[in-house]
C-alpha cells in the first residue's frame, strides 16, 4: 500500500464510521423520539460509546492506529456477539454492516501502513 492509497483507506474509515454513527442515532431518534437525550443521559453506557466513537473518528484525522483499532472492534464485537446469540442481519442492513466492516478494516490496515511509511521522516522534509 503506497502513501496515497493509506490516506485514502483513513479517510473512507473516516465516512465509514460518521455513516455508522448517523445510523445509531437515526435508529434511536426513531425508536425514542424527541427523549433521544434524555435516553442518552439516562442510560451512561450509550452516551459513553457516542463519546468513544466521535473521539476515535477525531484520531482518524490524524491517523491514529489506536482510534482505527478501537473504531473496528467497537463495530466488530457486538456484531459478532449478535451473531452468536442468533440474531443475524438481514437484508440492506447486512450489506450495510459488511460495507462498514471493509472500510473500518482498511483504515486499520492504512493507519499502519501510513506510519510505516512515514516512520523516519521528518515532516517538513523535502522530497529529492
Not at 466521535?54 to 484520531?59: E, F, L, S, T
Not at 456477539?81 to 460495507?99: H, K, S, Y
Not at 478494516?105 to 510505516?116: D, R
Amino acid at each position: 500500500m503506497t502513501l496515497p492509497q493509506a490516506e485514502k483507506a483513513i479517510a473512507n474509515g473516516i465516512y465509514a464510521a460518521v455513516a455508522w454513527l448517523i445510523l445509531d442515532l437515526g435508529f434511536l431518534f426513531q425508536e425514542h423520539g424527541a427523549q433521544t437525550l434524555s435516553v442518552l443521559i439516562s442510560q451512561p453506557v450509550l452516551a459513553v460509546g457516542v463519546v468513544v466513537v466521535i473521539a476515535c473518528i477525531a484520531g482518524l484525522v490524524y491517523k491514529s492506529r489506536l482510534a482505527a483499532g478501537v473504531l473496528f472492534l467497537l463495530f466488530i464485537v457486538p456484531n459478532v456477539l449478535r451473531v452468536i446469540q442468533g440474531n443475524i442481519p438481514d437484508g440492506i442492513f447486512l450489506i450495510f454492516a459488511l460495507l462498514l466492516l471493509y472500510f473500518l478494516l482498511t483504515a486499520v490496515i492504512g493507519a499502519f501502513n501510513y506510519h510505516q511509511l512515514t516512520k523516519g521522516k521528518p515532516a517538513d522534509a523535502e522530497p529529492d
